[in-house]
T-cell receptor, first 114, second 110 residues
Framework: DVKVTQSSRYLVKRTGEKVFLECVQDMDHENMFWYRQDPGLGLRLIYFSYDVKMKEKGDIPEGYSVSREKKERFSLILESASTNQTSMYLC?????????????FGPGTRLTVT | QKEVEQNSGPLSVPEGAIASLNCTYSDRGSQSFFWYRQYSGKSPELIMSIYSNGDKEDGRFTAQLNKASQYVSLLIRDSQPSDSATYLCAVSLGRTALIFGKGTTLSVSS
C-alpha cells in the first residue's frame, strides 16, 4: 500500500512566522504535489515536483515555496504566514510507469494562522 | 480553461439504493479519470480509477467512462450510511497534475 505521511495533523502559527510542512512517501514515486483545500474553492494546486530538486508552480504559488532534496520528501514552506493561508494542506504522491497514474493523498495538515 | 464539473448536491438516497454520481470534463485530451471519497475533516481517498471507455467494477462501485460525451460517472450499489461523504471527480491529461471537480455530497439515510 502507498503510504504518504505529513508531519503534523494540526498546526497553529502566528502571522509572519515561517512555516514548514513536510511530506514523506515510501513508494519511490517521482511525482509529488501540494494542494490546499478551502470550503467552496475545492482543491487548488500550489506546487508540484517531477523529480529531486525539480519543482513547478501550480495554480496558486504566491506566498509559498517548496523543497525536494530527497526523492521521498517534499516540503512546503510558507515564507511569512498570513491569515489567508489558514487552510487544510494536502500532500500527494503519484505512481509512474503505465497509466492511469494514480495519486494518493496524505492525511492533511490543518493550519491555522492567527 | 480545463474544467471538471460536478453537481454539488447534496444527493440523498435511502439505504440499499443505487447512488449515481456524475462528472463532465472539458478537455478532450483527458486520459485518466479518478473518483475520490472524502469524509468531513479527512483527506481524499482514491476509490476508483478508469482509463478506457466502458465500465469498471470494484465491489459495490462501478465507474463508467464515455469519452465521446466527455462524461464519467460513479455508481454505488447497495448504498450504506457509511458511504455518506463528498465524492471528488478528477481527470488527468497524462503525466500532468490532476484537475479536480469541487465534489458531490452524498447522504445515505438509514
Amino acid at each position: 500500500d502507498v503510504k504518504v505521511t505529513q508531519s503534523s495533523r494540526y498546526l497553529v502559527k502566528r502571522t509572519g512566522e515561517k512555516v514548514f510542512l513536510e511530506c514523506v512517501q515510501d513508494m519511490d514515486h517521482e511525482n509529488m504535489f501540494w494542494y490546499r483545500q478551502d470550503p467552496g474553492l475545492g482543491l487548488r494546486l500550489i506546487y508540484f515536483s517531477y523529480d529531486v530538486k525539480m519543482k513547478e508552480k501550480g495554480d496558486i504559488p504566491e506566498g509559498y515555496s517548496v523543497s525536494r532534496e530527497k526523492k521521498e520528501r517534499f516540503s512546503l514552506i510558507l515564507e511569512s504566514a498570513s491569515t489567508n493561508q489558514t487552510s487544510m494542506y494536502l500532500c500527494a504522491s503519484r505512481t509512474q510507469g503505465q497509466p492511469p497514474y494514480e495519486q494518493y493523498f496524505g492525511p492533511g495538515t490543518r493550519l491555522t494562522v492567527t | 480553461q480545463k474544467e471538471v464539473e460536478q453537481n454539488s448536491g447534496p444527493l440523498s438516497v435511502p439505504e440499499g439504493a443505487i447512488a449515481s454520481l456524475n462528472c463532465t470534463y472539458s478537455d478532450r485530451g483527458s486520459q485518466s479519470f479518478f473518483w475520490y471519497r472524502q469524509y468531513s475533516g479527512k483527506s481524499p481517498e482514491l476509490i476508483m480509477s478508469i482509463y478506457s471507455n466502458g465500465d469498471k467494477e470494484d465491489g459495490r462501485f462501478t465507474a463508467q467512462l464515455n469519452k465521446a460525451s466527455q462524461y464519467v460517472s460513479l455508481l454505488i450499489r447497495d448504498s450504506q450510511p457509511s458511504d455518506s461523504a463528498t465524492y471528488l471527480c478528477a481527470v488527468s491529461l497524462g503525466r500532468t497534475a490532476l484537475i479536480f471537480g469541487k465534489g458531490t455530497t452524498l447522504s445515505v439515510s438509514s
